[in-house]
């Protein structure tokens, strides 16, 4: 099953000697609340792909380089990271409840860190969601919590590969069964159940790559990261990682390198 698009401000351009179609950047998907392809900078803030208009803004020293395998991507120097407006996302009804994937390519370095890749955290100082790369415990978490603190699920599973490319996927979905599932390149590695709805409480605030109490730096280099209300599937994530977040979404690439799903699999 594909994720709904609902296509805004759309220019098609049909070929009548086929069936191709190409479309213009400024699609929107239905539960998608953030995402950053790292294409470029904006007046220190990194444009969010998604049409939410929530452009992080850049804290710290984050470039954008050039990658061999990649293209363009985003290089984090210890202790940067993008800073969202929770109040934003709050207001438009968009912080995730019912479900909540984060997506994101990520290489990180060996330094025996833990790498967040995004964070939020409650008014009551209660840490929401835990997407990392622990690099000194050899292995993935993906964690969310409820209202009050309550933990939904607490998942370590996989084993990190520093220095090189990998997908990152945390999903979940309260409705479905097991609730929470964490692909890494499109395979999957441990999963958890999970009924309760995720706390909508992000008072203290949401970054990507670091934490908000300034600990668990992301040190490395990140790609196509994003943040849904939906859980996907295993098919979607393989999908995902053969076309790349932008042909996924029907919006044309901006000179993006695309990763297929061969590739991933010769690198195990």
């Given at each position: 099953m594909k994720v709904k698009i609902y296509l805004t401000s759309i220019l098609a351009l049909v070929l009548i000697s086929g069936t191709s179609q190409v479309f213009a950047a400024g699609d929107k998907s239905e539960g998608l609340v953030f995402y950053y392809d790292y294409s470029e900078i904006n007046n220190g803030k990194v444009p969010d792909q998604s049409g939410n208009g929530y452009d992080g803004e850049i804290e710290g020293n984050i470039k954008i380089v050039e990658d061999p395998d990649r293209g363009k991507v985003a290089e984090f120097e210890s202790?940067?990271?993008?800073?969202?407006?929770?109040?934003?996302?709050?207001?438009?009804?968009?912080?995730?409840?019912?479900?909540?994937?984060?997506?994101?390519?990520v290489n990180v370095e060996n330094n025996g860190a833990h790498h967040a890749i995004f964070n939020a955290r409650s008014a009551d100082n209660t840490w929401l969601t835990h997407p990392e790369i622990r690099v000194g415990e050899a292995t993935y978490r993906w964690l969310l919590r409820a209202a009050a603190g309550n933990k939904i699920f607490d998942m370590k599973a996989g084993s990190p590969k520093p220095g090189k490319w990998v997908h990152y996927a945390g999903t979940y979905d309260r409705k479905k069964k097991p609730g929470a599932i964490l692909f890494i390149n499109g395979k999957r590695v441990g999963e958890a159940a999970g009924e309760l709805p995720v706390s909508a409480d992000w008072d203290q605030g949401a970054?990507?790559?670091?934490?908000?109490d300034n600990k668990r730096p992301f040190t490395g280099m990140m790609d196509e990261v994003s943040v849904w209300e939906y859980g996907?599937?295993?098919?979607?994530?393989?999908?995902?990682?053969?076309?790349?977040?932008?042909?996924?979404l029907a919006v044309n690439p901006t000179g993006k390198l695309t990763s297929t799903w061969a590739t991933i699999k010769s690198s195990r």
């Open positions: 202790g940067s990271y993008l800073k969202l407006e929770p109040e934003k996302v709050k207001k438009d009804g968009n912080i995730p409840t019912n479900a909540f994937s984060i997506l994101a390519w970054r990507v790559g670091f934490n908000i996907f599937s295993q098919e979607e994530v393989k999908e995902i990682i053969e076309k790349g977040l932008d042909r996924f």
